[in-house]
């Protein structure tokens, strides 16, 4: 998994609320057996008309807008929990996705694929979206040993929460898979005892 | 301390408790499908890792498979290999598969409660976010993302931090005609779409106690349309009786045994909640949905809601509704009757009690899928589908089919479907799709009347 410890990086907003994973990779793109390639599809449907020709209403295809830093409406993530998601979104090169709200399993799933979801206050995401879109090259600094979110321009900051195992997991590039096996000799002896 | 149903079940299966982090949670039982577990098959056999615990992990294929000649290959080249990709994983790691055309295969949803491979007390796990239907059983299921299939596969094992506690109770006698389908989609109206996230639900009060084992997964499955990632229901006569006599259920002593186990679970009296909601089931009536997410539910005969935001307004737009609008008379060409929310047998039945004697309405086209071969064997049986066939429906073999639009089911751009599965997010049922959630009966009259009807004036 990627490491993350610090970034710094313009940002993209989009303001939509209820954000879900079949808007960010509809199911007709899931019948690939791998993980890779899926950010050529990310927000198929808003990204690109049926005739496969750019939508440039939608706001990833404004040029002006650029960066690895999605920030974005309240409950993003919600819906089904197709990992597939998370993939596109990392794939694409988002690496930090901002909101006032995540759905469960989304947060769980960008988490192991080393995409930071930052929760912040609707206060605060509001300053975010106006800030990016009055500057659209605004700095925005991200320190996850702080946990803490910098509007470099302004010096506005904000915490955020982030359970101190998954922590050391991003920091150090661990998954929870190194550890789960690392238990195994407690995992048998749990086994022996509940039967 | 007084316990809930869920702590029960969850502290009867945490292995450790890591200092200031997750839990260790034991997973009795994980389900697998085509779609989430190719990459995390990869990824072991990548890191050289085994499948620890392969009997206690069961495979179906659902999601992406045709539901009209079944018998003959995939035509999609793309999910053929997916298809392809399961059967060559599950032989290779020794797990069981009921694939295309076996007895067993269906929505996995739908499979394993009626295999009796769900049971109460459990915890059960599945690349698929509305695991939450085996909630309906007393038993601890959720969805999970693909690392997280590859983390179960490793170690049998989950690392999560235990959620809070929500009860949602509604008390008193549903109205004729409200469904299942209308209790959990009023709730989620009333609640939102993320009201839940963060917490395991669980249902009380005399409308689920009086519910069918059927009607209880049609309210847990949809338990994560408003955020929480699973909701449970009390396990009780209702439930013991489903269960036994089930293909894979306990037998004999055992039976009783485990029995005398599940009545120790229910939420112990004076047990406190986090957070808790009371409905009266008077209240409710049958629900529709006018927008793009499971939360933009309304009853059939109120108008649209007027709200000033933009992604309500997006929402709107998309559906080509008005604010204020009423859904009455609405002209339909699609129904969609099947999904892990309501393709069991009680789902027919109901849309066949409706739809004996009438015919299909012309604009119509009708997908009638049952969840599993099960299903589609009892609907024969009980001589349902000669209901369908004279009124002119035709039934469908197993599968997700066009709750998700995977396969050949899709919806056609800006075409309205009235639909008894899960999600009406933009484009879910296909491209340019316009989902309207409904019950099965409400569903069963669209599709006789072309239109939406205000089903609680036509009720005997």
């Given at each position: 998994m990627d490491i993350f410890v610090k970034l710094t990086s313009t940002a993209i907003p989009l303001s939509i609320e209820n954000v879900d994973t079949d808007q960010i990779i509809p199911a007709r793109f899931l019948k690939a057996t791998n993980r890779e390639g899926f950010g050529k599809n990310l927000f198929r449907d808003w990204r690109f008309h049926k005739d496969g020709t750019a939508n440039q209403d939608f706001i990833m295809n404004n040029t002006t807008y650029s960066g690895s830093i999605l920030v974005a409406g309240d409950n993003f993530g919600c819906g089904s929990s197709r990992e597939h998601a998370a993939w596109a979104l990392h794939d694409y090169g988002f690496k930090v996705v901002v909101s006032s709200f995540f759905a469960d399993i989304f947060k769980g799933n960008a988490l192991n694929n080393g995409v930071l979801p930052i929760q912040v206050s609707p206060e605060y995401l509001q300053e975010l979206f106006n800030q990016i879109k009055k500057d659209p090259n605004t700095q925005i600094e991200v320190d996850l040993e702080s946990q803490k979110i910098t509007i470099l321009a302004i010096d506005s900051s904000s915490t955020f929460e982030i359970n101190s195992y998954k922590k050391t997991c991003l920091i150090n590039g661990y998954d929870d898979i190194d550890f789960l096996t690392s238990n195994k000799e407690a995992i048998q002896t749990f086994e022996k005892e509940r039967i | 301390m007084k316990k809930t149903l869920f702590d029960k079940v969850w502290d009867a299966h945490v292995v450790k408790e890591i200092q200031d982090g997750p839990q260790i949670l034991y997973i009795d039982k994980h389900l697998i499908h085509e779609v989430t577990s190719p990459q995390a098959f990869g990824e072991l056999e990548q890191r050289g890792i085994p499948v620890f615990r392969p009997d206690q992990i069961v495979a179906t294929a659902d999601h992406n498979t045709p539901t009209i000649d079944q018998h003959l290959p995939v035509k999609d080249l793309l999910s053929r290999n997916q298809l392809e990709q399961l059967t060559i994983n599950c032989e290779k790691n020794g797990i069981t598969l009921y694939g295309l055309g076996h007895k067993y295969n269906g929505i996995v949803h739908v499979m394993a409660p009626e295999l009796g491979i769900t049971q109460p007390g459990m915890t059960m796990v599945c690349g698929d976010s509305h695991t939450s239907t085996h909630g309906a059983f007393g038993t601890i299921a959720f969805g999970i993302g693909t690392s997280q299939v590859a983390q179960v596969f490793a170690s049998q094992c989950l690392l999560?931090?235990?959620?809070?506690?929500?009860?949602?109770?509604?008390?008193?006698?549903?109205?004729?005609?409200?469904?299942?389908?209308?209790?959990?989609?009023?709730?989620?109206?009333?609640?939102?779409?993320?009201?839940?996230?963060?917490?395991?639900?669980?249902?009380?009060?005399?409308?689920?106690?009086?519910?069918?084992?059927?009607?209880?997964?049609?309210?847990?499955?949809?338990?994560?349309?408003?955020?929480?990632?699973?909701?449970?229901?009390?396990?009780?006569?209702?439930?013991?009786?489903?269960?036994?006599?089930?293909?894979?259920?306990?037998?004999?002593?055992?039976?009783?045994?485990?029995?005398?186990?599940?009545?120790?679970?229910?939420?112990?009296?004076?047990?406190?909640?986090?957070?808790?909601?009371?409905?009266?089931?008077?209240?409710?009536?049958?629900?529709?949905?006018?927008?793009?997410?499971?939360?933009?539910?309304?009853?059939?005969?109120?108008?649209?809601?007027?709200?000033?935001?933009?992604?309500?307004?997006?929402?709107?737009?998309?559906?080509?509704?008005?604010?204020?609008?009423?859904?009455?008379?609405?002209?339909?060409?699609?129904?969609?009757?099947?999904?892990?929310?309501?393709?069991?047998?009680?789902?027919?039945?109901?849309?066949?009690?409706?739809?004996?004697?009438?015919?299909?309405?012309?604009?119509?086209?009708?997908?009638?899928?049952?969840?599993?071969?099960?299903?589609?064997?009892?609907?024969?049986?009980?001589?349902?589908?000669?209901?369908?066939?004279?009124?002119?429906?035709?039934?469908?073999?197993?599968?997700?089919?066009?709750?998700?639009?995977?396969?050949?089911?899709?919806?056609?751009?800006?075409?309205?479907?009235?639909?008894?599965?899960?999600?009406?997010?933009?484009?879910?049922?296909?491209?340019?799709?316009?989902?309207?959630?409904?019950?099965?009966?409400?569903?069963?009259?669209?599709?006789?009347?072309?239109?939406?009807?205000?089903?609680?004036?036509?009720?005997?």
């Open positions: - | 999560l931090q235990k959620p809070k506690s929500l009860r949602v109770n509604v008390n008193g006698v549903l109205k004729p005609g409200v469904l299942p389908k209308d209790v959990i989609l009023y709730v989620i109206a009333k609640l939102g779409t993320n009201a839940g996230t963060g917490y395991f639900c669980e249902y009380a009060g005399t409308v689920f106690e009086d519910m069918s084992m059927e009607g209880r997964m049609t309210v847990c499955n949809m338990s994560i349309e408003m955020g929480a990632r699973g909701g449970m229901i009390a396990p009780d006569k209702t439930t013991f009786e489903y269960i036994k006599g089930r293909k894979f259920a306990p037998k004999g002593v055992e039976f009783d045994q485990k029995v005398a186990y599940w009545k120790t679970l229910p939420t112990d009296e004076g047990a406190v909640f986090d957070k808790e909601y009371h409905f009266d089931a008077a209240d409710i009536e049958p629900m529709i949905t006018y927008g793009t997410n499971p939360g933009m539910g309304i009853k059939i005969s109120e108008n649209i809601p007027s709200e000033n935001n933009p992604s309500f307004e997006k929402s709107l737009a998309y559906m080509n509704f008005e604010k204020g609008q009423s859904l009455i008379d609405q002209k339909i060409n699609f129904v969609f009757i099947g999904s892990c929310t309501n393709s069991r047998i009680e789902d027919f039945r109901v849309a066949a009690s409706y739809i004996k004697g009438k015919k299909k309405a012309d604009n119509v086209t009708a997908w009638f899928v049952p969840g599993s071969q099960q299903v589609a064997q009892q609907i024969t049986e009980e001589g349902l589908n000669k209901v369908f066939e004279e009124a002119g429906f035709q039934l469908r073999q197993p599968g997700c089919s066009a709750c998700l639009a995977m396969n050949d089911d899709k919806i056609p751009e800006g075409e309205y479907c009235v639909s008894t599965s899960n999600r009406n997010f933009e484009g879910r049922q296909g491209q340019g799709s316009r989902t309207i959630l409904a019950s099965p009966l409400v569903a069963a009259a669209t599709a006789i009347e072309g239109k939406i009807i205000d089903i609680t004036k036509h009720l005997n």
